[in-house]
């Protein structure tokens, strides 16, 4: 094995080290970390994703497992079913990271029900990823109980990470961002 292999290898190692004890100190402490994002971009016309969507959705689980460690649990609106999949959107851009780490979904919760989804990731601790609609992630920080009036996430945004932080009674927002600038045309 050349050095170049053994120092790419050393890095990964660490690399997972450090992933693995980020999300392990939040879930022995008894926090709960709750990663809120937005579903991939939309096509004009259509449920689905557009292919900047899924572009999006399958350069997702590396940068929420760099930045957050691999979530405990997932969350994403239960689709409708019928003549059109409403709601799809959601669970199409959290796929590929449930693939990769063999997370459950849960989709019990329609995209309206915020204040359930808010009361059932309130039972929780460790880290979690909601993958929402965009007009109802601020009703879920709300219920999260974060106090802020400002709170909106713009219809063009689809690169936003908000965090909820509650550790005890002490509960915090911070914001971040995928930097993902997916490719518009379909690569797969």
């Known amino acids: 094995?050349?050095?170049?292999?053994?120092?790419?290898?050393?890095f990964i190692a660490v690399q997972s080290f450090i992933i693995a004890g980020t999300h392990s100190a939040c879930a022995q402490s008894g926090a709960l970390k709750v990663i809120i994002i937005r579903h991939g971009e939309k096509p004009v016309d259509g449920d689905n994703l557009s292919c900047a969507g899924m572009n999006r959705a399958l350069k997702l689980s590396a940068v929420i497992t760099q930045k957050f460690g691999k979530p405990d649990f997932?969350?994403?609106p239960a689709p409708s079913t019928g003549k059109a999949t409403k709601n799809v959107r959601m669970l199409q851009t959290l796929w590929p990271l449930a693939i990769k780490y063999n997370l459950n979904i849960n989709t019990k919760y329609a995209v309206g029900q915020t204040s359930a989804l808010a009361a059932n990731l309130l039972k929780r601790t460790g880290t979690v990823i909601v993958v929402w609609e965009h007009d109802n992630i601020p009703a879920i920080v709300t219920a999260l109980g974060i106090t802020d009036k400002k709170l909106k996430w713009k219809g063009e945004n689809y690169d936003d990470i908000w965090i909820v932080t509650i550790d005890g009674k002490k509960r915090t927002l911070s914001k971040d961002s995928e930097g993902i600038n997916p490719g518009s045309t379909c690569t797969f």
């Open 1 to 10: 094995m050349s050095g170049k292999s053994l120092l790419i290898g050393f």
């Open 74 to 76: 997932a969350y994403a």
